[in-house]
């Protein structure tokens, strides 16, 4: 055999356990990577459920890049540090699935823990905002309005907490306190239409003429059909 043989013989093992060395690190970080990528979209996704109509939404793709750029290089490198520590003691790892698995599920998991931890505010007014309109469905209105202060405790930047609650009040017959929070969602979200309308009917209903009158010009200027669609919710909602 030749020296050139040789060399080739004995290089051909040497090359075969870096292409398996890279295989490997490839299936672990994708593994990883997947992952920290599904933690992220299962969590937010559920922030998305929970949530069918808050002001704002942007926040949650938002969330869902910056965590994702977080968790996987994080990830990474706790793979790595363990890389390092098993290289220092010679153990060699086995050539299964095992491992790429138990690393998924680890970062499966850790990504779920960090993505509700910082969530968790949305998450927790979700839950309220369901159980709000579940209780208005069933014309429970006055617990319906306790859970959307509940609601607008943990996300006070949301304006739609305020007229939710104060669509309950209005129900309820508590005007005064329909005024007040339907008063905070319009000047919070102006082109609000559903909010501003609803006050539109809670002046009407309180008697206030004069102010009846210059918050109607407001909505003619967004809305020219403004004065109809008061009509028509007076006689949806009060029907």
């Known amino acids: 055999m030749t020296q050139a043989q040789n060399a080739?013989?004995?290089?051909?093992?040497?090359?075969?356990?870096?292409?398996?060395?890279?295989?490997?690190k490839l299936r672990t970080d994708g593994a990883i990577i997947s992952g920290a990528v599904l933690s992220v979209a299962a969590t937010l996704g559920t922030v998305v459920l929970l949530h069918e109509n808050v002001n704002g939404f942007w926040i949650v793709p938002a969330t869902a890049v910056a965590l994702t750029a977080a968790l996987v290089p994080?990830?990474?490198?706790?793979?790595?540090?363990?890389?390092?520590?098993?290289?220092?003691?010679?153990?060699?790892?086995?050539?299964?699935?095992?491992?790429?698995?138990?690393?998924?599920?680890?970062?499966?998991?850790?990504?779920?823990?960090?993505?509700?931890?910082?969530?968790?505010?949305?998450?927790?007014?979700?839950?309220?905002?369901?159980?709000?309109?579940?209780?208005?469905?069933?014309?429970?209105?006055?617990?319906?309005?306790?859970?959307?202060?509940?609601?607008?405790?943990?996300?006070?930047?949301?304006?739609?907490?305020y007229y939710k609650r104060g669509f309950a009040m209005?129900?309820?017959?508590?005007?005064?306190?329909?005024?007040?929070?339907?008063?905070?969602?319009?000047?919070?979200?102006?082109?609000?239409?559903?909010?501003?309308?609803?006050?539109?009917?809670?002046l009407d209903r309180l008697g206030r003429a004069d102010e009846l009158k210059s918050e109607l010009g407001r909505a003619e200027q967004l809305n020219p059909n403004a004065r109809r669609s008061l009509n028509q919710l007076l006689e949806s909602v009060d029907g």
């Open 74 to 161: 994080t990830t990474v490198c706790v793979r790595e540090i363990f890389r390092r520590k098993r290289a220092q003691l010679s153990i060699q790892p086995a050539n299964s699935s095992v491992r790429p698995l138990a690393l998924f599920a680890f970062s499966l998991v850790f990504g779920m823990l960090v993505t509700a931890g910082v969530s968790k505010n949305t998450l927790e007014s979700g839950v309220y905002y369901q159980i709000g309109q579940r209780q208005l469905e069933q014309q429970d209105y006055l617990a319906a309005a306790e859970t959307f202060s509940k609601f607008i405790s943990v996300a006070p930047q949301h304006s739609i907490g």
């Open 170 to 202: 209005y129900k309820a017959g508590q005007l005064d306190l329909a005024y007040a929070d339907l008063k905070v969602a319009i000047d919070r979200q102006p082109r609000d239409w559903n909010s501003r309308v609803l006050f539109l009917g809670t």
């Open 8 to 24: 080739q013989a004995e290089s051909t093992p040497t090359n075969r356990r870096i292409l398996n060395y890279h295989l490997t």
